[in-house]
């Protein structure tokens, strides 16, 4: 995928919206681009700076481009937080002409049987969450974030100046370990109020489940990309 939004863009100039750690940021400079990150925490701008990039600290809509254009937007697992018109008008104004916009999310499909497990445990310690684990034991997570993908494509339209937004799909898979997998847990947003004993419940569970299935287990991944391409003049 960032082989293929350097190849298609005008040139090096990339701006990370939302950058978090610097994940994102650091793989496009190893595809040989120049890239300044816009990161709203400071914990994590700062991270991103002793890995190498630059950050500058900021929400997207507020941030001061200051007359620098570039050749293109992306936005790892972000965009979400961005509203969706304001931030497509935001790079259009600091896209150069035939530069491109390209927010993306990651999509995991969780192995029923990990899943179930994390269903079930949190429903045990949160009876009254507000978050609807069910449903994700029958569908399709690619499927869950289609309304996501296309409240981006119709805000990079609303807010014009772009070719109409498409989506690119690159599919790959990670191994986790029971630990490796415990470790990310915590970090999902249904899960990262939970006290630490409920939090140990859910974990517990899932990781009974992980050992059943021999310590650990592949993820597939999609990476879905809602793209487009800056039209017109500056």
């Keep these: 995928m ?10 090096p100039d990339v701006l990370d919206v939302g950058c978090g750690t610097g994940i994102a940021a650091r793989q496009f400079k190893a595809a040989g681009c120049m890239v300044l990150g ?4 400071p914990r994590m701008a700062e991270f991103a700076r002793c ?5 500058e600290v900021a929400t997207f ?15 790892g697992t972000a965009w979400h937080w961005v509203d969706p018109v304001a931030g497509a008008v ?7 002409p035939g530069g491109r916009l390209a927010p993306f999310h990651h999509v995991f499909q969780t192995p029923p049987e990990v899943m179930e497990a994390l ?7 949160v009876p009254d969450s507000p978050f609807n684990l069910s449903s994700q034991l029958t569908r399709s997570a690619l499927d869950a974030y289609q309304p996501l993908f296309a409240k981006i494509a119709d805000g990079i339209r609303e807010a014009g100046g772009f070719s109409d937004p498409e989506q690119w799909r690159f ?10 997998w415990l470790d990310q847990l915590p970090t999902f947003g249904n899960l990262t109020q939970l006290p630490l004993d409920k939090l140990a419940v859910v974990q517990a569970s899932v990781g009974a489940a ?6 650990s287990f592949t993820m597939p991944y999609a990476t879905v990309a809602v793209t487009a391409t800056r039209t017109g003049a500056p």
């Design 51 to 55: 890995s190498g990039v630059e950050v």
């Design 210 to 215: 992980i050992d059943a299935l021999g310590g």
């Design 119 to 125: 269903v079930t445990a949190h429903r045990r310690v």
């Design 2 to 11: 960032v082989d293929r939004i350097v190849a298609l863009s005008p040139g």
């Design 61 to 75: 809509e507020a941030w001061e481009a200051a007359g620098r254009v570039f050749d293109a937007v992306v936005a």
């Design 171 to 180: 599919d790959w898979e990670r191994s986790y370990t029971r630990d490796e």
């Design 38 to 41: 816009v990161e709203p925490d």
């Design 90 to 96: 935001k790079a259009r104004h600091v896209l150069r």
